[in-house]
């Protein structure tokens, strides 16, 4: 069993940057894929990022446009989500999740979640 924990999460204004955390415990991480997800306020849960096993491949939604990073460290168990120049349709509740399955979107792919972290962005 993995146990995820996300943290990184805050108050920031528009065109801010903020770095999110996502802390592993339990079996390694090494072993999964990773991805990041959101959720706002009266809206559905939505894919934001992925990165593989190693690391060496990562992927992302449309909307992010180039301002977001996912990367791990393997040797710490964390998985990261770098984002920049936030914009107030970012707020939401951000999640960590892991996956066995190569370049997943949706959410039934994956199978641990984080409690997830709170980013609000004002305008």
Known sequence: QVQLVESGGG???????????CA????????YA?????QAPGKE????????W???????????EGRF????????NTVYLQMNNLKPEATAVYYC??????????EWEYDHWGQGTQVTVSS
């Open 11 to 21: 108050l920031v204004q528009a065109g801010g940057s903020l770095r999110l955390s």
């Open 24 to 31: 592993a415990s339990g079996r390694t991480v090494s072993s």
């Open 34 to 38: 990773m991805g990041w997800f959101r």
């Open 45 to 52: 849960r939505e894919f934001v990022a992925g990165i593989s």
């Open 54 to 64: 190693s690391g060496s491949s990562t992927y992302y939604a449309d909307f992010v």
């Open 69 to 76: 990073t996912i990367s791990r460290d393997n040797a710490k």
């Open 97 to 106: 999740a892991t996956t066995l399955r190569t370049r997943a979107t949706h």
